[in-house]
């Protein structure tokens, strides 16, 4: 899968998780980058490559309790069919994304690393999956 897909789904799960479980899925943050949410210290990791095969992102599944197993499984099945771009788009819609952003004071293009806040996550997919605090 590509790189940019790749962040993309780790963010759709990161927000689902917080929403279904209140709890943090990994402790690294999202930044509000030009092309939607990035973990900094994943693209560390597939900096300079477009493509991504299995194996070439360090981690250990095994380590994911049954719960963080389930959102992520349920994001990968429910998500896989949409590409980078359709993915970014989605995470481009008003939320914690466009807050972000729009805290940094950027335009669509300038970079920022302004950070997603996990409140503001948690509330925006906790209302599309029909959460109530």
Same mark, same amino acid.
Request: aromatic fraction near 6%.
């Given at each position: 899968m590509s790189a940019?897909?790749? %962040?993309k789904l780790c963010y759709f799960a990161y927000g689902y998780h917080l929403a279904w479980e209140d709890r943090q899925l990994?402790?690294?943050r999202f930044e509000a980058w030009? /092309?939607?949410?990035?973990?900094? $210290?994943l693209y560390d990791q597939h900096r300079g490559r477009f493509n991504l095969d299995k194996g070439d992102i360090a981690g250990d599944p095994a380590a994911l309790d049954d719960d963080e197993r389930d959102s992520?499984?349920?994001v990968l099945e429910n998500f896989r069919a949409y590409d980078a771009h359709e993915l970014s788009a989605m995470t481009h819609q008003p939320g914690p994304w466009l807050d972000a952003r %729009?805290?940094?004071g950027v335009t669509d293009l300038q970079r920022? /690393? $302004?950070?997603?806040?996990? $409140? $503001?996550i948690a509330d925006f997919f906790g209302a599309l999956v029909g959460r109530e605090d």
């Open positions: 940019m897909k790749l %962040q990994f402790p690294e030009a /092309n939607g949410p990035v973990v900094y $210290e992520v499984n349920v %729009q805290r940094a920022s /690393n $302004e950070e997603l806040r996990d $409140e $503001e």
